[in-house]
C-alpha cells in the first residue's frame, strides 16, 4: 500500500509548482507599457532626424554637382532648365556640357521633388526641400531644408 500512495503523490507532483496570479501578470505589462512609452518617443525623434540629415546630405551633393557642371559650362542651370540638366544636356549648354553629372536626382526622404531655383535668394541657386508636412515654412522636422 505504500507503494501505491507514494507513487501516486509523485506523478500528481507538489503542491508547490504553480502559474503566474493575475497581478503579478498586471504588474509585467504595467513595467513593459512604461518602458514603451520612455523609449518610444526618443526613437521616433531620432528617425526625424535622420530623414532631415539625408536630406541635407542630397543637397550637398546637389551642390557639388552644380558646381561641377558651372565650371564645364560657365553658368549655373536656370530655372527651367533645373536640376535635370545634371542628367541630359539643355540645349542651351553646347559641348561644353560633359555630364551626367549625377547618376538621377531623388526626391526628398519625404518622398516629394526638390525645387530648384537660380538664381536663388543668396545664392546663385537654391535648392528647397519642404520638409516632412511639405508646406513651405514650418519648424522643427516640417522646416524646409534650403542650399547654403
Known sequence: MDVVKMRTQTVTGSNNS????????????VIIGLLAAYVGPKYFSQLGKSEVT?????????????????LDVGRY??????MNALLVAPPTAGAKW??????????DPWGRAYQYK????????????????GQ???SGDDADIVSQ
Open 118 to 133: 537660380a538664381p536663388g535668394a543668396k545664392a546663385d541657386f537654391e535648392i528647397t526641400s519642404l520638409g516632412r508636412d
Open 18 to 29: 504553480r502559474g503566474f496570479t493575475l497581478l503579478e501578470l498586471l504588474v509585467v505589462i
Open 136 to 138: 513651405p515654412g514650418g
Open 54 to 70: 539625408m536630406a541635407k546630405a542630397q543637397i550637398g551633393s546637389f551642390e557639388k554637382a552644380l558646381d561641377t557642371y558651372r
Open 77 to 82: 542651370p536656370n530655372t527651367e532648365e533645373g
Open 98 to 107: 560633359n555630364g551626367p553629372y549625377l547618376p538621377k536626382v531623388p526626391s
